[in-house]
């Protein structure tokens, strides 16, 4: 079955010319533009593009209308399998209790790994597959999903295997990564819980799932730099690519230690000091900026109480990873929803757009290819993340015909029709 897409405007990504790999510096901020233009699909791939095309016969056919086509958003930092719930826990923070106390007092990341630990595989799974529907509406195409809430061996494989066993029935990609370090669990304490994930856990998930991406969280009340190396300095002895939490509300020098070990990326970045922002911009490894974070953990306490002011309608101090200085020093930019319970309860990468080019200092274009392009490039995708003939049909189709609309747009719910793998998964004919 083929689809023809007719009279778009398509944001096709393709590289400026002699730039290859990572959109960096300027090639970043060049989307592409094709307008009115028919695209062709054909058994999951991008055929052709061109104007007023005949329609082959049996050919699904959708009207664009002018409107914008772009590949399916790539999240490439989530947290979607989880059980539970944090409302509890928030309503503390909006009493002016901050996440990292939170987490200190054994809550927080600990409430969700203790849900997670008593709910059954296939109800796990069964949550993993309705978010994975929820992230598809709002035109993700390709996520990549952490474990991170068993901290303990069995736990963490069942987590994977929820994870892996969701994506099987979703049209589009998912990418697995085991976030072993997420937490200390309170009841081992540090010295025991590192032991047992360097000696038990890592070679459990390096059994099942070799290859994927292991993870960790740097900060106070989780893992320190020693272990954090530790850690990474294991997984990449078993052929795991590595990535790492670092920066989010301490700086605490990872970025050149996991720079050092060849990261694949280092995800938030908000209290990156200069210094750091320059090593990891003159290395291979990509920063990933998280902006709807930032907001997430940021409260303002209603009432006053003691140690805590009043709610008096100024702005906290919200502090956002400065992308502009990773591109404007030549490094590789992706952005993403970081999806989970805890300090980003969202589904919506055009919100991460929008925020990263409010408070990241990205410009529109600059964050839809770190929404897209990028986080393709990292997860080790080549098929995909760009609109060419021969790459795979993960598209959408917006309702604006300016794709800055896209960055404009403040909760909106652009997405008109999303197409997976050539097939059309959701369409609002307006
Ligand atoms: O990236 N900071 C560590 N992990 C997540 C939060 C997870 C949670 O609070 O449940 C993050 O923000």
Redesign the pocket.
Known sequence: MSLLIRRCRALTLEAPPGHSGPRTGAALGSVSIRDNVDVVVRAGKVESFGESLTVPPGCQVIDAHGDLLMPGFVDC?T?LC?AGD?LGEWAKRLDGVA?LDILKAGG??MS?VRAVRETPLQTLTDLVRRRLDTILRHGTTTVEIKS??GLATDAEIKMLRAIRDAAVTWPGTVVLTALLG?AIDPDLGPAKFVDRTLHETLPAVHAEFPGIAIDL?C?DG?WTLADSVRLLEAARELGHPIRA?AD?FTSKGLITEAVRLGARSL??LEQTTPREMEVLAHSQTFGVG?PI?SLG?TTVAHRAREGVPAFSGATPSIKFANLRSLVDLGGRVCIAT?A?????PTYSMPLAIALAVRFCGLTPDEAISAATVNPAIMLGFKDRGTIAPGKRADLILLRHSDHRELAYELGGDPVRAVIVNGQVARYYAT
Not at 340 to 344: H, V, Y
């Open positions: 930092h947290h989880w944090r996440y927080g990341i969700t991170g809430y997420h969280f900060e989780a939490h989010q995800d938030h998280l974070t953990t970081n989970n319970p805890g300090s980003s």
